[in-house]
């Protein structure tokens, strides 16, 4: 067994973390952290004519991923989904503190899931600036993150405006797709098609170098945690519009198009864990985010429009609708089951 | 069962966490969160001249805190312990993010627990700027805390010098005492002073207004989360120093005094959970440092002092040494049982 100092020496200092010349702030270079892991708090000196952009998740075993998901994976998502909401507000990354909470201090579990961490954060210049570690009845990993973005350049939920189109970023419904394969829901055609689609589920992409490329193109912005209709839902509502959505528009791929439909639709709409960019612009935009996504190598769809205020005014009760339609414009009704940390288990 | 927003919003969103103007740099007032909860990111300014403190520590039920915890006293200890890290590195308290993960949404244990959290938040005017709430298998508490403080007066661990005094704040022992009541170890002479002990483990007082007085004043700083005798270990093994300490010197309640001496030490050195500031400072400074605990209603003691730099070097396997001595100077030896979340249970 491992004490915790030693844990935390051993898996989580990194050469990246260590302490940096007092003065960072000072030199020409992109400032880091001036004082990493080891005392009582990091020091972050902040970079002039930015905001720090802050976001936290807690991941529970059991309830956001099996336990004998590969901790290799567990370490790059962790960090991903946090990655993914400094993406959904164009900022750059900067550095994370981890908290992780362990039912035991299994070396080799620890060794892949830093790697996996590691891997990730090192590929997006997000240095690791503290943490904690205790016992837990569930391995339990808590990370926050920080990011940076100038002023009034930050995409928000509340910024949609009426008559914007609603895009998306990559397909959807993948990574539920693959969370069905793993539930025995269903069987795809090959294991390579299952092996991407569980990757999706694994290993997400947060789209960092999109969320920034769109800034002061984008209204509105968030990245896609629990599904399309449950997150589309947070923009219209901070943004007190109203919203349709072509179904048929929604980008899917090959895999989740061979479903039955509405196992597709709730894949793509209600499933979740998609961490792609969910973002309204100006009609006006379109090329210039045409050409963001040629750049980024990125596929980007417009799915829908902001179609104006919604009709009920303020009131929490009333949540602003989407709209759902198909390709000839005739209204379709769904019924999907979302996904709530206290509903749907 | 209460939804995850409904909870979210129920018991977390305070006006002081609502949508601020949106350019509060701009303005002549103290900057707070431009973006508080309801979006992917919080937003916060950075103040003009200083550095951001940043701490996380993760408390799980059954291993930091009794299932049956007053809720109250766990919401005001969530944040305590953290603003007691912003203290021992002379930070001010600014914002705070919280991750949540709780068994069940029990209204009135959250009601209790998060008027708990905001009163010692808005004691020390911290706010509450994002979130995350989970279901997990026992209750959870992730906070991370920032600060402000100037670059270059930071109270670190790495600071101490040769010929410091070795200050701590406050009392030793009494929320080991606290627990030990209510571990069935010992009784205290009446329910009164039970009471009082059992306070100082639930409701620590994180010495956020020493810490902000000791800068330019104090070298090294920490505060006492896993006792002394550990605690100031980090101090020396960062610094690379040796220290003496005369035991006879550290100060202790009347509660504790009346122990038998082997639980007293135990208590007082190898407790934890005080949160009161071990600090070191040149000897030229004892007035001043006595000054201040004057001023800030703080008693602060001399109970030793930094000797030199550790005979060992850096290797970490020499850990540097604590003399410890009785006020007649002769050498005593010390058998404390430590706290180390993958040690001792």
Redesign the interface.
């Known amino acids: 067994?491992?004490?915790?100092?030693s844990?935390i020496?051993r898996f989580f200092e990194r050469p990246t973390s260590a302490?940096k010349s007092?003065?960072p702030?000072l030199r020409g270079d992109r400032p880091k952290a001036?004082?990493g892991i080891?005392?009582?708090?990091?020091?972050?000196?902040?970079r002039r004519g930015?905001?720090?952009?802050?976001?936290?998740?807690?991941?529970?075993e059991?309830?956001?991923f099996f336990p004998d998901v590969p901790p290799y994976a567990l370490g790059h998502k962790a960090l991903a989904v946090n990655l993914s909401?400094?993406a959904?507000?164009g900022?750059e990354p900067r550095a994370f503190?981890?908290?992780?909470?362990l039912p035991r201090?299994d070396e080799a579990w620890l060794e892949s899931f830093s790697q996996g961490l590691f891997d990730i954060a090192q590929r997006f210049d997000c240095e690791l600036?503290?943490?904690?570690?205790?016992?837990?009845?569930?391995v339990?990993i808590?990370i926050?993150v920080?990011?940076d973005?100038p002023?009034?350049r930050?995409l928000?939920?509340?910024a949609a405006r009426p008559g914007d189109d609603i895009w998306v970023s990559g397909v959807l419904g993948n990574a539920r797709a693959g969370l069905g394969i793993k539930l025995g829901e269903w069987s795809a055609a090959s294991p390579d098609d299952e092996r991407r689609l569980v990757r999706a589920l694994e290993l997400p992409e947060p789209r960092v170098a999109l969320g920034m490329a769109l800034r002061g193109v984008a209204h509105a912005?968030?990245?896609l945690s629990d599904g399309l209709a449950g997150d589309l839902l947070h923009i219209l509502e901070?943004s007190k519009m109203q919203a349709s959505v072509n179904i048929d528009d929604v980008p899917r791929s090959p895999e989740v198009a061979a479903l039955q439909q509405e196992l597709q639709q709730q894949y793509m709409l209600a499933g979740g864990d998609d961490y792609e960019l969910c973002f309204t612009a100006p009609v006006g935009e379109r090329s210039k985010i045409e050409r963001i996504g040629q750049r980024l190598d990125v596929l980007l769809t417009r799915i829908g429009t902001i179609e104006g205020p919604a009709p009920y005014g303020h009131a929490?009760d009333h949540a602003p609708a989407i709209g759902w339609r198909d390709a000839s414009g005739k209204a379709v009704s769904l019924t999907l089951q979302g996904f709530?940390?206290?509903?749907a288990?």
Chains 1, 2 share one sequence.
């Open positions: 067994m491992l004490s915790e100092f844990l020496e302490l007092p003065e702030a001036t004082l080891g005392d009582d708090c990091a020091l972050l000196a902040p930015q905001q720090l952009a802050i976001s936290t998740d807690m991941l529970v059991g309830r956001h909401d400094l959904a507000m900022a503190t981890l908290a992780l909470g201090a600036i503290g943490g904690d570690t205790t016992s837990a009845p569930a339990n808590c926050t920080f990011g973005v002023p009034a930050a928000r939920r509340d912005a968030l990245d901070r929490p709530d940390h206290f509903h288990d």
